[in-house]
């Protein structure tokens, strides 16, 4: 489930529809240079980071 800064890790369901966007790399590594927002339907999963393929943490934007 969604930790407490309301993001969520690739293989999870989306809690709702909407634009997500890579806050951050599993791995630790920074996704600075991945700007790639997706969109998402309520109970999709979140895939791999587009850029790197590395599990992700994700982040509503819209």
């Known amino acids: 489930m969604a930790n407490n800064n309301n993001t969520?890790?690739?293989g999870e369901k989306a809690p709702?529809?909407?634009t997500y966007k890579v806050q951050s790399?599993?791995?630790g590594s920074s996704s600075s240079q991945d700007?790639?927002?997706i969109k998402l339907e309520e109970?999709?999963?979140f895939p791999p980071s587009p850029?790197?393929?590395?599990?992700a943490h994700w982040k509503?934007?819209?």
Do not use: D, I, R
């Open 16 to 18: 709702e529809s909407g």
């Open 8 to 10: 969520y890790k690739t």
């Open 25 to 27: 790399l599993v791995s």
């Open 51 to 55: 850029s790197s393929n590395e599990a």
């Open 35 to 37: 700007n790639t927002e």
């Open 43 to 45: 109970g999709e999963q």
């Open 60 to 62: 509503k934007v819209s």
